[in-house]
């Protein structure tokens, strides 16, 4: 089989395109290994060779790798009108094989500039040829059943409608960063959202048993098993928290134990990330949505982080984000009703717009340095690979 991929935003990169799309190809690669796929590419296009039995896998990989706008099976034809006509019918046989008519549009583009007919030549042709040959098929410019595309290149090849791809950059291209992962909806489409952008994701959870119970660690890990090809694969971490947790609540006032709990993740997931050369932590906070989200909790609780935070979705409201969950499948799951620690420490009545200066002498008057590099000398790693 071949397949003709659309890329967008790669073919703006100018000088450094090639990088770009040299991830994306390797990415592509990674994931369809086991059918030994062959992938070349130019001038906004890449071609993708495949045996004929892993279309349905495919088709799943395609349709969710980053970096691809669409997709389409194609048919090759040698750099002449017959050959080209051939092959446009072999597509509209395709296409015709789940109804008996439609209406279609032909789409040419002559790259080669050295092939004897312009685009507007090879389409009327090739229309021509196909209103004779298919009597139930008619014109329509404006909103066809099927568009044929034609482009003509090293070769001819005809491919009709495309299947969408994800868009966005190959994961990889804008290194890597830090996600703090909770059970809820949020924090996973933050992941999918940044990798979109080309940022490879860990993934960092905090979990405090007994006090969360290991329903809520499993539905993360059914979390990340969701967003993982998408996200190129993840790493998560487990980080036991509770020794933290239990000291904030114990040692600070109950209004601050939220901000105190959030800041000492921050701190911890920065340290996690300096050790994989990461270059941000990403979260899921959204502005105002809720006590630790307002605009001076952020301030204080990205303080303790060494590095730049993230937070991709800062100006959505919940819809949007609920919306998301649902299209990257993680919803269903992440309204589970098992709480996370966020949820668990909660005080009742949590500051709303805390004074930076006198959270971080609160901050650091806890002390937190032994109890965190121990958390992080017994966290677990795993791997959840693309597929």
């Known amino acids: 089989m071949l397949y003709l991929l659309r890329i967008g935003e790669i073919s703006l990169k100018g000088g450094n395109r ?3 799309e040299k991830k994306l190809v390797q ?29 349905e896998s495919v088709i799943e990989v395609l349709s969710t790798t980053f970096g691809i706008v669409g997709f389409a099976k194609a048919t090759p034809a040698g750099k002449s009108i017959e050959e080209i006509s051939r092959g446009a019918f072999s597509e ?4 015709l094989q789940e109804r008996e008519g439609g209406t279609f549009k032909i789409s040419a583009r002559r790259s080669d ?18 209103r004779e040959r298919f009597k139930t098929m008619t014109v329509d410019v404006h909103n066809p059943d099927l568009l044929l595309t034609i482009e003509v290149r090293d070769r001819a090849y005809i491919y009709g409608n495309d299947t969408k791809g994800p868009g966005g950059l190959p994961v990889g291209v804008a290194g890597r960063g830090a996600l703090l992962l909770s059970g809820g909806i949020d924090s996973p489409v933050a992941a999918y959202l940044m990798a979109k952008r080309g940022l490879a994701i860990d993934a960092v959870y905090f979990h405090t048993y007994p006090y969360t119970p290991v329903e809520t ?11 993982a090809s998408a ?5 998560l971490y487990i980080l036991p928290f509770t020794d933290v947790a239990l000291k904030i609540r114990k040692d600070a006032p109950a209004d601050q134990t939220t901000l105190l709990m959030r800041a000492g993740m921050m701190d911890t997931a920065s340290r996690i990330a300096g050790r994989r050369n990461a270059l941000c932590l990403v979260t899921g906070e959204s502005l105002s949505q809720v006590a630790s989200q307002t605009a001076q909790s952020m301030h204080f609780t990205g303080s303790t982080s060494k590095l730049p935070v993230f937070r991709p979705l800062i100006a959505l409201d919940k ?5 998301i969950a649902k299209q990257i499948g993680t919803y269903e799951t992440s309204i589970l009703p098992y709480d996370d620690c966020c949820t668990v420490f909660s005080p009742k009545k ?17 002390d937190l340095d032994e109890l965190l590099a121990e958390s992080i000398g017994k966290m677990e790693k795993e791997w959840y690979p693309p597929v």
């Open 18 to 20: 090639g990088f770009f």
């Open 319 to 323: 819809e949007e984000i609920i919306a």
């Open 231 to 235: 996200c190129g694969g993840i790493n």
């Open 350 to 366: 949590p500051l709303i717009r805390p004074d930076f200066d006198f959270m971080r002498k609160s901050y650091d008057k806890l």
């Open 27 to 55: 990415n592509i690669k990674r994931r369809l290994k086991n059918f030994h796929p062959r992938v070349t590419g130019s001038t906004g296009r890449f071609l993708l060779e495949i045996p004929e039995e892993s279309e």
């Open 113 to 130: 500039k050295s092939f004897p007919c312009s685009s507007y030549e090879i389409a009327s042709i090739i229309g021509n040829d196909i």
């Open 217 to 227: 660690l499993q539905k993360v890990k059914t979390i990340v098993e969701t967003i």
């Open 92 to 95: 509209v046989e395709r296409f």
